[in-house]
């Protein structure tokens, strides 16, 4: 079989289609997990709890100990479809809460980190801390939570 230039531009074509169409795919189908500090004492955490720490409304673990929140840039994929399918809240709900929080000086906002490696660094180091990755892999010095749906 002969390939004319045709041919090849339109398997180039389709080609890049599938990969623009199946790459974002692969991102929402990820499984994100929530990483604590290895100094916090639970193992599972309700989805309408962590909603409530990621919306800066739970301040202190159950022993009394603070939190310190960690989160990704709002542009990123992995923050969207962890707070889509995890925190159980449209991203912009969020912004919009976290927004009020600095305009009235009434409150604290999550710390953004750039990667997964800086997020990993952050919660072992940070007694009280959560965060969340995209892989189970590594997980080192930390503890990874169990969310009730």
Not at 46 to 60: C, D, E, F, N, P
């Amino acid at each position: 079989m002969i390939l004319s230039k045709f041919n090849i531009t339109l398997l180039i074509q389709r080609f890049f289609v599938f990969m623009i169409l199946w790459l974002p795919a692969q991102v929402i189908n990820a499984e994100t997990v929530v990483v604590v500090n290895s100094q916090v004492q639970i193992d599972t955490i309700s989805a309408k709890s962590l909603g409530r720490i990621y919306a800066m409304q739970v301040k202190h673990w159950p022993d009394g100990h603070p939190i310190k929140v960690y989160t990704y840039s709002t542009q990123k994929e992995l923050y969207r479809h962890f707070m889509i399918s995890q925190v159980k809240m449209q991203p912009h709900q969020l912004e919009r809460l976290w927004s009020r929080l600095i305009f009235t000086g009434t409150g604290r906002v999550p710390v953004v980190v750039g990667n997964e490696k800086e997020m990993l660094q952050k919660v072992r180091m940070t007694p009280g801390a959560i965060g969340y990755v995209e892989t189970e892999e590594s997980l080192t010095g930390v503890k990874a939570l169990t969310v009730e749906k």
